[in-house]
């Protein structure tokens, strides 16, 4: 989505002026946040396989939240990383484990972030469900139905909280605009969405060799560049639906209020021949009653960014790379304002004339200023798990509704390879 | 100050938009005819192109008040015709092609393109409707205004110029000599607007009106059924009091100034208003208002006079009949005024 300055600034005060009627940005942040200290004190934390993105999740969190005793993970590398992490945010240190099952019989957790490679999610969540812990487990759900469908079973029957990491729920410029635009009907009758995450990178990490006492093998990885890399390799990964598209085909779900029914997929290994993994993949995903997300993601030209666009009979809701939100209403288009009439006494001048003021200067209409606040969803995120575990407050994203996307994300993977459509 | 008291109400309100009275007060008028002049103002406005577009009739002529709202509507057209802020709109249209072929235009929209270029050369190059790349580079359109390198606003001045937006006059289609340039009827669009509108009024009927837009453009229709004209204070918002009290029948007004847009780095002030031809934002002039016979050229005219100060206003003045204007210049206590306008009076400066 290629705005221009004007349109982003046009877009942006439209946003803005569009919840001005409803709970504003800032109120909607507090509903989101939680309050601390929590009763029954901060959660006695596990975390399992803390790579670079479960690292995130271990340092944001107020401490009055999520007390994180012990790590397990296979790669002494991400070991060492994580207590470098800790320490130069002056956290406590934390104990050291390289077979999760391990951690998980001798320490006293009640709770465990994991944030593994996608293959592992199901059989860490449904194993730390077992155990008895609550789970909060990276996107996307599992690898396949098979681990999506293990996971909803194990959280039903331990009854313990379980969130799956989409952190656009915990963003307030989503949630407003869930509650501002798409509740309020302000986009009219939503037929489509356009969800796109363009980049112009090789996915592949620098491996090196593997740090001394890990073997791969052991753990189910052919070699270490499997273990680094596992986002190419289909035995592990679901590839660029599932890392980037996940994501947005949740907030499709959510804004849609609806599951995709089914799906078509084409695309494949054009660019970088290295991998298992499609660099380019397009994905139509169809919605009851007429309604379609068109799902590109491509890794070779990022002009377009990554952005979720709605497309409704009454307005435009843009989404830019989880930061900016731009409205753009269709309803006015054309259309006269509202004339007025006042009536008052002859006395001074009939007007001053004076040069224009800002808002009358440029742009269409005078709203609310401000920037947009997206808040810290990622922390937010797990503090909100935390006291879930507490409260007993849902969650946003519980297993049921993370595994509807995770599933057409699968799907459409499966599409792609079968080429034909196929039902979610 | 002293000589001001004097010479207007000590209503300290008398310049602010009137406040609605009863609804019974306007019937209770409209049933006397008989009455010479009525004591109130009926203002008519909505919003349009960004600000408030206001018809102010004399309360005798509340039957005006449908040829009103037909004005306004002439305004909501020209919006959708010459905005650049929706895609739809016949300029952004011509935007997009204008690079890329031999652009054919609205033929409303090609004649106030022609009477753009007129200006521009009249004004040596200080009203452009193409420098919206230098707003933009100096950060004035998205509020967020800094000083930019030196290498930024040659590279923005590169797609700015009028005369590389070739008009031919029989085919009528548009053509840029250069990607980048674009063009921009900021300056000259709400006076044009009113312009039209006001024809609309005299078509209709209507012999006293007074329309504006934003109150930094407007137009006199009649004298208000006051033989001295409309009653308008001239504003600087620089100096937060009107400089001039002005009575006008039948002509236009235009007002520029950077008194609201404009930021400050080493104790130095850079207003939104840039200059063309030299890139950077105008100095020494803080409000440039302008008497003429139409709003277009009013507007048109106040903004190059804010870019080109005083020498070229003087230049414009003495080779065009009927141009009155009244410049805020920095440094000088009392305001500056050229030229004259045969239907408005000066009647009072403020120093």
Known sequence: MHLTPEDKELGRRNFLKALAGTPALAALGGALAVRGPIKGGPVRVGAIAIGSHGRGHMHRPDLAYCNLVAVADINPDSLRRIDEELAKRKRPPVKHYSDWREMLQKEDLEAIITAPPLGAHAEITVGCLEAGKHVFCEKMMAWDDAGCDAMVDAARKSGKVVEIGYQRYYNRMYQAAYEGIVKAGKLGDLYTARIVWNRNKNWRREAGPAPQGLDPKAWGYEDYDHLINWRLYKKHSQGLTAELGSHMVNVTNWFFGAKAKSVVASGGIFRFKDREVPDHIYANFEYPDGRTAVFTSTESDPFEGNYEAFFGTKGTLIFESEKNAYFFDHSGDGKAAATEIEVGPKTGPVLETTESRPPDAVGRQATTAGTMATGDPYKTEVERWCAAIRTGRPVECGPERAMSSAKACIRANQALDQGKRLDV | ?351
Request: charge should be neutral.
């Open chain 2, 1 to 351: 100050m002293e000589k001001r008291s004097r010479a207007m109400p000590a209503d300290s309100d008398s310049s602010r938009p009137a406040r609605a009275l009863p609804r019974r007060a306007l019937f209770t008028r409209r049933r006397s005819p008989a009455e010479p002049t009525a004591d109130y103002w009926i203002r008519v406005f909505r919003r349009a192109m960004a600000c408030r577009f206001e018809v102010t009739l004399s309360g005798e002529d509340a039957r005006h008040i449908p040829a009103a709202r037909a004005a306004l509507d002439e305004v909501d057209r020209l919006e959708a015709l010459l905005t650049v802020f929706r895609d739809t709109s016949a300029l952004s249209d011509l935007n997009r092609r204008a690079a890329l072929e031999d652009a054919r235009a609205d033929g409303e929209l090609f004649d106030l393109l022609v009477r753009c270029r007129a200006l521009h050369a009249e004004t040596e190059g200080a009203f452009d409707p193409t420098s919206t790349p230098l707003s933009r580079c100096w950060g004035f359109l998205r509020r967020e205004a800094r000083r930019p390198a030196p290498e930024e606003i040659e590279a923005a001045r590169v797609c700015v110029g009028m005369d590389g937006a070739a008009l031919d006059l029989e085919r009528r289609t548009v053509r840029f000599d250069r990607a980048g340039l674009e063009l921009n009827l900021g300056a000259i669009g709400k006076g044009y607007a009113l312009d039209r509108a006001a024809a609309h009024l005299r078509a209709g009927g209507v012999a006293h009106a007074l329309l504006s837009a934003a109150g930094s453009s407007v137009v006199a229709v009649g004298d208000g059924r006051d033989p001295r004209g409309f009653w308008i204070d001239v504003g600087s918002r620089r100096l937060e009091r009107p400089v001039a009290r002005l009575r006008l029948r039948d002509g236009a007004v235009g007002t520029s100034g950077a008194g609201e847009q404009f930021f400050e780095v080493e104790g130095r002030r850079y207003g939104h208003v840039i200059d063309p031809r030299t890139g950077w934002p105008a100095e020494g002039v803080l409000s440039a208002t302008v008497v003429a016979g139409d709003a277009a050229l009013a507007d048109a005219l106040s903004t190059a006079f804010l870019v080109g100060g005083a020498g070229l206003a003087e230049r414009v003045v003495a080779a065009r009949a009927g141009v009155l204007a009244i410049l805020t210049l920095e440094g000088e206590p009392r305001p500056r005024v050229l030229g004259s306008y045969p239907g408005a009076i000066l009647e009072e400066l403020c120093t």
